[in-house]
């Protein structure tokens, strides 16, 4: 049986993947009356898919080693610190069996900086843009307050090129991948078109036995 895990899986949980997260509010979607409350509250969303397991990627994957497949995680490394990225793709490694495969999508900081380059994006919104800060400084106080809670910002950007050489580093062999391009049979049932807009797709193996 293929093993397939879906890493940062939001809400996007399709049935044959391991779908993995950590957000708060997915956490309490299990507590009925703390969720309502929450909802009440309107600073987060609690109505999260059923069957995710909750699992903080900075921690120790719960797999044995040399068990999965396929790891997918799309727009998630990003919010994983330098240290805690390297972490997560060193436990992605020691997870997947021998040829098994991780395909990663994260914003493209090259694409950013285009923009800017261009005047697409202002200078004073060029942080805005690249998602680094909690919440807008226009978001309502309660979300303000919220924010370092529930929300989870982007801490380190990636482009391609040393996106691939951290891969590489961390013992696999890499390549830059267009959309839908993949050597996962059932890449179309998970990866979404517009998660893959001014993104890096990366695709690593380990390496066979
Ligand atoms: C921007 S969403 C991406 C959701 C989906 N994969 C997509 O592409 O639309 C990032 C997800 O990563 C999750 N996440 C962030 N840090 C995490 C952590 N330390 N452990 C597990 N999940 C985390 C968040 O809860 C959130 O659901």
């Known amino acids: 049986m293929t093993t397939q895990v879906n890493l940062g899986?939001?809400?996007?949980?399709?049935?044959?993947?391991?779908n993995v997260d950590y957000a708060f509010g997915a956490r309490i979607s299990r507590l009925p009356v703390v969720s309502s409350l929450i909802r009440r509250l309107n600073v987060l969303r609690t109505?999260?898919?059923?069957?995710?397991?909750?699992?903080?990627l900075r921690q120790t994957f719960p797999w044995a080693d040399n068990s999965v497949d396929h790891i997918y995680s799309s727009h998630t490394l990003e919010h994983l610190n330098k240290q805690q990225g390297r972490h997560c793709l060193k436990e992605c490694?020691?997870?997947?069996?021998?040829?098994?495969?991780?395909?990663?999508?994260?914003?493209?900081?090259?694409?950013?900086?285009?923009?800017?380059t261009l005047g697409r994006i202002k200078a004073d919104d060029f942080v805005d843009a690249l998602g680094v800060c909690y919440v807008p400084d226009n978001a309502s106080l309660l979300k303000r307050l919220s924010g370092p809670?529930?929300?989870?910002?982007?801490?380190?950007?990636?482009?391609?090129p040393r996106l691939l050489e951290i891969?590489?580093?961390?013992?696999?062999?890499?390549?830059?991948?267009?959309?839908?391009?993949?050597?996962?049979p059932g890449i179309h049932g998970i990866e979404l078109?517009?998660?893959t807009v001014d993104?890096?797709?990366?695709?690593?193996?380990?390496?066979?036995?």
């Not at 899986?9 to 391991?18: K, N």
């Not at 098994?100 to 285009?114: E, H, K, Q, T």
């Open 93 to 116: 490694f020691r997870v997947l069996k021998p040829g098994g495969v991780l395909r990663i999508v994260v914003p493209d900081l090259d694409a950013f900086v285009n923009y800017y």
């Open 47 to 56: 109505d999260w898919p059923d069957g995710i397991v909750i699992h903080d």
């Open 167 to 184: 891969l590489r580093e961390t013992g696999f062999s890499a390549e830059s991948k267009a959309p839908f391009e993949s050597a996962i």
């Open 149 to 160: 809670f529930v929300s989870f910002p982007h801490n380190c950007m990636y482009s391609a």
């Open 199 to 209: 993104s890096i797709i990366c695709e690593a193996q380990k390496p066979p036995r």
């Open 9 to 18: 899986c939001g809400t996007h949980t399709p049935y044959d993947w391991i």
């Open 193 to 195: 078109a517009d998660r």
